[in-house]
């Protein structure tokens, strides 16, 4: 079946550091992707987006790359802070259209050493 | 701008007892999902409503569980017997409609079933 992963479940980075963590998709007709990160006990909070027209966006501090030739997504956060501290979800959208859902992968933590 | 709102924040309840939580979305927004997370995963969409109408409940078990959004609203997602199994974080998240629409999550319903 179709599915969303992760490549690793911990990510352990110096403070100041980049980070990049990767995810991979299987399903080729998904047409949106969405970073959430999730802090404990709260839900999963929007982080970045992305279509599947593009294959870059930035924000503030993150930025989102799409390969589609080998359905890979990646987010990249530049000077990592502590309160980056948390566990990220890819999540992808499909199919195309009205009946359109999420799916989420797994998820990784990302543990910012000081 | 108020997030979405959900109540009860945690719930502890015997097995076959029921369960209700409670969902407020952000205003306009006319698309409601629930999902379950149990821990250490992903959300899973558990239904999606579109308006009052119900736009996919394919992986709710419908033996026990039931929502609705009446009035395109507020939303309650019901458990009724609980079981073991259903301990996990319900989260509610609205979207202003369907397709590549950025989902907002509110804080999750911590349910734990003993």
């Known amino acids: 079946g179709e599915s969303v992963g992760l490549h690793l479940p911990t990510l352990s980075v110096q403070e100041g550091d980049n980070s990049i963590i990767n995810c991979a998709y299987s399903n080729s007709a998904s047409d949106y992707f969405i970073w959430y990160k999730q802090e404990s006990g709260k839900g999963p909070q929007f982080i970045i987006d992305i279509r599947s027209n593009m294959d870059k966006r930035q924000g503030q501090r993150v930025t989102v790359l799409l390969n589609k030739t080998v359905k890979h997504l990646s987010l990249q956060i530049a000077a990592t802070q502590p309160g980056d501290s948390a566990v990220y979800f890819c999540a992808e959208n499909n199919p195309p259209g009205a009946n359109s859902k999420l799916t989420f992968g797994k998820g990784i933590t990302l543990s910012v050493r000081p | 701008e108020a997030g979405v709102a959900q109540s009860p924040r945690y719930k502890i309840i015997e097995k076959r007892q029921s369960v209700a939580f409670w969902c407020n979305p952000i205003?306009?927004?006319?698309?409601l999902y629930w999902y379950q997370q149990i821990l250490g995963q992903g959300p899973k969409l558990l239904i999606q409503?579109?308006?009052?109408?119900?736009?996919?409940d394919s992986q709710l078990p419908k033996d026990r569980f039931s929502a609705e959004r009446l009035k395109g609203v507020d939303s309650t997602l019901k458990i009724q017997p609980a079981k073991l199994e259903d301990s996990a974080v319900y989260l509610c998240?609205?979207?202003?409609?369907?397709?590549?629409?950025?989902?907002?999550f509110g804080p999750g319903t911590r349910l734990l079933v003993l």
């Open positions: 205003s306009g927004h006319a698309t």
């Open positions: 998240a609205s979207s202003l409609g369907v397709g590549q629409e950025t989902q907002y």
């Open positions: 409503f579109q308006n009052n109408g119900v736009v996919d």
